[in-house]
């Protein structure tokens, strides 16, 4: 089992900045992806961004490319999500999540792992 615990959230004004966290405990974190999703009031639950687990492959949602970056720290256990340049439409909860070795990505949308944070608030509004 791997426990995600999100932080970070808030609200912001349209252009500003947010850095979300995402800390994990249980198993080996290195051996697991980790993503951010994001749901907003009345959609669907929605990739966001996501690092697989060896470091090499980073995956954005089209709408946030350039302004979004995921990183992670493996010895800390900690991911890491910094927005910049914040829209409206940016307004969701944002859920960490993890997967087991790499996620499925097809295009440029990948695929939830099993397991999730409790979930975030961004709201961006002037």
């Known amino acids: 089992q791997v426990q995600l615990v999100d932080s970070g959230g808030g609200l912001v004004q349209p252009g500003g900045s947010l850095r979300l966290s995402c800390a994990a405990s249980?198993?080996?974190?290195?051996?697991?992806?980790m993503g951010w999703f994001r749901q907003a009031p009345g959609k669907e639950r929605e990739f966001v961004a996501a690092?697989?687990?060896?470091?090499?492959?980073?995956y954005y949602r089209d709408s946030v490319k350039g302004r979004f970056t995921i990183s992670r720290d493996n010895a800390k256990n900690t991911v890491s999500l910094q927005m910049n340049s914040l829209k409206p439409e940016d307004t969701a909860v944002y859920y960490c999540?993890?997967?087991?070795?790499?996620?499925?990505?097809?295009?440029?949308?990948?695929?939830?792992?099993?397991?999730w944070g409790q979930g975030t608030q961004v709201t961006v509004s002037s």
């Open positions: 999540n993890a997967a087991a070795g790499n996620y499925y990505c097809s295009g440029y949308v990948c695929y939830p792992g099993d397991y």
């Open positions: 249980g198993r080996t974190f290195s051996g697991y992806s």
């Open positions: 690092r697989n687990w060896n470091g090499g492959s980073t």
